[in-house]
């Protein structure tokens, strides 16, 4: 383990500190990182410690080792310290064993049963099927938003799409849409100072309940969403407890509303700021923009692991109990992976990020509709609005693991026709 006479940002620095991100991605820090110590000890003090109070974790930067970190179940574990490298200060050792009844928290064989339940929902024939009616609802929404000339581009674009997608899955009633929204947004900001930890946990338990509400509906009268697969799901011989049903909708309607939101937002300031790129989407729609939208947005900034046995990464000793994050945002801008990583590129290819956490057991599930998602709200905005311009600077979200902006102010410009 690096002594503090090592660390080469200063004594007290975190990469897990959430107001890190109030300045964009820490880009030359992460670079620093990836030359010099890839697989870095972060100590952190009892009181400023995410709530975990261990004296720290490894900041894992590079992407062959979040990669290797990914495929590699049987040496890390998600279950014994969640994915979450940080909540909040004084967070209870109750609050995060109770974060453990989310899917992305479970180790095989609990993941894997769970998983099945809807992966087949989410397969890329299953997801194109959707086409039709997203294509169709992007338009409309970018429409509605050109009308009035300028506005408020998460609201009212990027939310919208991913917020319709998952709630039609889960069979959501349009006059519940705006509350899951609300309830999702705050929930992901349990470590943001203007979100107290009553608040988010309060969040939670609505999203719990009003799932619960669901589910009872569905147990009388199936509609073929997600929810009355899930009520009436029976796997390997087992049905889900009241808990892993109301806690699988959960994590459903954070991944599949803030993640794709924070991409389609990221996605067009790297556009705009990039006007040869634009001018190539507008044109070609290249196949492989959406990969580097992914990329360059990497909405999951970090994820953690937790070491299950004493074991080697990167030629640094890790023992086990020991956490490592996995800095998705780090390893996007790998040198030795990507060519001119810093540049925003649509044409790149091959583009072999980790923006869907990686490989492994805990791949994206909702990685066909993310994608589609974005390819249809991107190419209904160069149809409908593409003389799109930024008014202000982006609000950004304080957050220790994602990449998110709040509020992103926009001209919209003379809609064509």
Not at 110 to 138: D, N, V
Not at 218 to 227: A, L, V
Not at 344 to 372: E, K, M, S, T
Request: charged fraction near 25%.
């Amino acid at each position: 383990m690096q002594s503090a006479s090592q660390c080469p940002f200063g004594s007290g620095f975190d990469f897990t500190d959430p107001d890190i991100m109030l300045g964009g991605r820490p880009v030359e820090q992460y670079a620093r990182l990836r030359r010099t110590a890839p697989v870095w000890w972060n100590a952190q003090p009892p009181e400023r410690s995410g709530g975990f109070r261990d004296g720290g974790y490894w900041v894992v930067s590079k992407h062959e080792h979040v990669r290797e970190m990914s495929l590699r179940s049987d040496q890390w574990s998600t279950w014994d310290n969640t994915v979450n490298i940080r909540f909040t200060d004084d967070a209870s050792p109750e609050q995060i064993e109770m974060s453990k009844a989310l899917l992305v928290n479970h180790d095989a064989p609990q993941h894997t049963r769970l998983r099945k339940l809807i992966s087949r929902m989410f397969t890329p024939r299953a997801i194109e099927a959707l086409r039709p009616r997203l294509e169709a609802e992007a338009r409309r929404i970018v429409t509605r938003a050109a009308e009035k000339g300028t506005g408020e581009f998460v609201a009212d674009i990027a939310m919208q799409l991913p917020l319709l997608s998952i709630a039609d899955l889960l069979g959501v009633p349009e006059e519940d849409r705006r509350d899951l929204f609300g309830w999702t947004n705050t929930m992901t900001r349990f470590d943001d100072p203007d979100v107290s930890t009553q608040r988010a946990a309060e969040a939670t338990a609505e999203i719990l309940g009003y799932s619960y509400q669901l589910a009872e509906k569905r147990k009388s009268c199936p509609t073929g969403d997600i929810i009355s697969t899930l009520v009436q799901a029976d796997v390997d011989g087992q049905s889900l407890t009241e808990i892993e049903f109301g806690f699988f909708v959960l994590m459903l309607a954070v991944a599949g509303n803030e993640t794709t939101r924070n991409a389609t937002t990221l996605g067009l300031m790297a556009l705009l700021q990039n006007p040869d790129q634009w001018e190539i989407f507008k044109r070609q729609r290249p196949a492989t923009a959406i990969n580097e939208i992914v990329r360059w947005s990497t909405p999951v900034n970090v994820f953690q692991r937790t070491a299950r046995c004493d074991l080697e990464l990167g030629g640094v000793r890790i023992a086990k109990g020991q956490r490592a994050g996995m800095f998705y945002g780090s390893a996007n801008f790998d040198e030795d992976v990507f060519d001119q990583p810093f540049s925003f590129n649509i044409l790149r290819d091959p583009n072999p990020h980790v923006g869907f956490g990686g490989h492994g057991a805990h791949y994206c599930v909702g990685a066909n509709l993310a994608r589609l998602g974005l390819e249809l709200v991107f190419n209904a905005i160069a149809d409908v609005v593409p003389d799109i311009t930024m008014t202000g600077p982006p609000v950004r979200q304080p957050s220790a693991w994602l990449h998110s902006i709040l509020e992103l102010p926009v001209d919209y410009g003379t809609a064509p026709g």
